[in-house]
């Protein structure tokens, strides 16, 4: 089983609509960490998150650290939203020096006109 | 702004070549990592330093090595590269306080 756990895999919407993509994971942690890749592109870092949540026009990340479980909110969806969308949860590691990421396998996200 | 810089963007090698990826972030960050990335298969860690002068192995270490040559540069070496190694290779880099993680653009590595 893998320690991050993303889902959907792959998600289809149609413009506007509201997107939510779900990440579980099974250690514990110092952060976690949303991020975006498009297609042949690097990789971008949306939010990162040790509690609570976090807002940043159209999209928003929350966390629910007894659940294990984090959420990506996209509000009114626009094709240009269309991505892989990955979660990556920080280990920790020595007291949090080595921030060790462990990523979800990403969800591909097409946001249809 | 530069953030994280990578070299090459797009390689070729035959097996048992070698070559070295180059990796450099001008946001003054302790730590750096190298990872691949892989269809179907989220990133993996090769090898982290957390900071300059001390490197760790990650997840999947067999078959490189790395060097963290001051604070900027941390460099990815394949000695004798074979198919398994082909792969999307990513840089990034984080500071002491990990609000955020930069990666760097890739490198797509073939090894034919």
């Known amino acids: 089983k893998n320690e991050v756990e993303q889902s959907p895999q792959n998600l289809t919407a149609q413009e506007g609509e509201f997107i939510t993509i779900n990440c579980s994971y099974s250690v514990g942690i110092s952060a976690l960490h949303w991020l975006q890749q498009h297609p042949g592109g690097g990789i971008v870092s949306l939010f990162m998150?040790?509690?609570g949540k976090k807002k940043h026009g159209r999209l928003i990340a929350t966390i629910n650290i007894q659940e294990k479980h984090s959420s990506l909110h996209i509000t009114a969806s626009h094709p240009r939203d269309s991505a892989v969308y990955i979660c990556a949860v920080a280990d920790g590691g020595y007291g949090g020096a080595t921030n060790k990421l462990i990523f979800g396998t990403g969800t591909l996200l097409a946001v249809q006109p | 702004n530069a953030g994280v810089t990578q070299t090459p963007k797009f390689q070729v090698l035959k097996t048992g070549q070698s070559m070295t990826l180059q990796c450099a972030q001008d946001?003054?960050?302790?730590?750096m990592y190298w990872y691949r990335q892989d269809p179907g298969m989220g990133l993996r860690l090769i090898y982290y330093?957390?900071?300059?002068?001390?490197?760790d192995k990650g997840e999947v270490p067999n078959g490189y090595n790395v060097s963290r040559l001051n604070k900027r540069e941390f460099s990815l070496r394949l000695e004798s590269a074979a198919p398994s190694q082909t792969s999307v290779y990513f840089c990034a880099s984080s500071d002491y306080r990990r609000t955020e993680a930069f990666f760097g653009q890739g490198t797509r590595l073939t090894v034919v």
């Open positions: 998150l040790s509690s």
């Open positions: 946001m003054n960050h302790n730590s």
């Open positions: 330093s957390a900071s300059e002068g001390t490197t």
